[in-house]
């Protein structure tokens, strides 16, 4: 049995390169779990969706500020 893939997405639509990885992940056998923090549109049939904030508050998440980019989530991407 394949292990389960977890994703991160925080809110918006899937492009087609996001919607293509987690449909080869499917087709692969694997069950995927996309867990968003808003509206997710464009997902494909048969990935889970979940809330993330059931895993960490929004809100508690680990942002910080760049040079003309305001509270980017990169670091927290890999919580």
């Known amino acids: 049995m394949l292990p389960d893939i977890h994703t991160l997405w925080i809110e918006g639509p899937l492009s087609n390169l996001e919607r293509i990885c987690l449909a080869s992940m499917l087709k692969q056998g694997h069950t995927v779990y996309l867990h968003t923090y808003g509206e997710v549109t464009n997902v494909p049939a048969g ?31 890999d919580y």
């Open 47 to 77: 990935v889970i969706m979940k809330d993330a904030a059931d895993l960490l508050e929004f809100d508690a998440s680990y942002t910080h500020t760049k040079k003309n980019r305001a509270n980017n989530i990169n670091l927290f991407s």
